[in-house]
């Protein structure tokens, strides 16, 4: 089935250690987010690619960067974790096919992050 | 995007129907009314959306006000696994870069056997 894969599932970092956060999709969609997601709370959009082109929220603090090398991968680099940064992380996916105002997101499991 | 309020929470029985309501007083013309859920460990899934005409697919029914100031997303019959947190988000018809889903608070649905 096509699908959005995250991995990994959860992932264990130390206080300003680096981490990176992969998603990968097989939908072949043009639009990939990265959403946050704290504890008890909604998701919350950081950035998105369309196509190759970065679009950062401007509430998105520096500290979280993102790559996308292909169509099929896109990644979100956590340049130093702070406490604050434990979170799921979560990746989605939208094609441009779709009316505006109607397309749908497929979401992926998740990246359970941890900050020690 | 223009904002919803939601109930924090609702209980339902097993097999029995609920209806989840979302007001959203401030829709402009070009606002779709999207409903996602999101189970227990998961990535939110896409559910239904209409813009002015009631709306079925095999997950759910959407029921929208005829002033579309409202709108109940309508489980028929609910099981356990319809244990979620329901969104209902407005997305403009404009295509803003990224069409970016806006999340509120949801609604968190218990259901009980």
């Known amino acids: 089935d096509a699908m959005v894969i995250q991995n990994p599932r959860y992932q264990v970092t130390q206080f300003g250690k680096p981490v990176t956060l992969s998603c990968s999709q097989t939908l072949n969609h043009n639009v990939m987010y990265w959403y946050q997601q704290k504890s008890s709370q909604a998701p919350k959009l950081l950035f998105h690619?369309?196509?190759?082109?970065?679009?950062n929220e401007a509430d998105t603090p520096d500290n979280f960067q993102s790559r996308r090398p292909n169509t099929s991968f896109c990644f979100l680099d956590i340049r130093s974790p702070g406490l604050g940064d434990a979170a799921m992380y979560l990746c989605a996916t939208s094609g441009r096919e779709r009316a505006r105002g109607t397309d749908t997101q497929y979401f992926g499991p998740g990246t359970r992050l941890t900050v020690l | 995007d223009a904002k919803t309020t939601q109930p924090n929470s609702m209980e339902s029985n097993e097999e029995e129907p609920v209806h989840l309501p979302c007001n959203h007083s401030?829709?402009?013309?070009?606002?779709?009314i999207h409903w996602y859920r999101q189970l227990p460990s998961q990535g939110p899934e896409y559910v239904i959306h209409?813009?002015?005409s009631n709306v079925n697919n095999r997950m759910a029914s959407l029921a929208i006000a005829e002033d579309r100031k409202s709108s109940t997303l309508i489980l028929h019959r609910a099981t356990l696994r319809d244990a979620a947190v329901y969104y209902c988000?407005?997305?403009?018809?404009?295509?803003?870069?990224?069409?970016?889903?806006?999340f509120g608070g949801g609604t968190r649905v218990l259901v009980k056997p």
């Open positions: 401030t829709i402009s013309g070009t606002d779709y």
């Open positions: 209409g813009l002015t």
């Open positions: 988000i407005l997305r403009d018809v404009g295509w803003a870069a990224g069409n970016k889903l806006t």
């Open positions: 690619y369309y196509d190759k082109d970065f679009n």
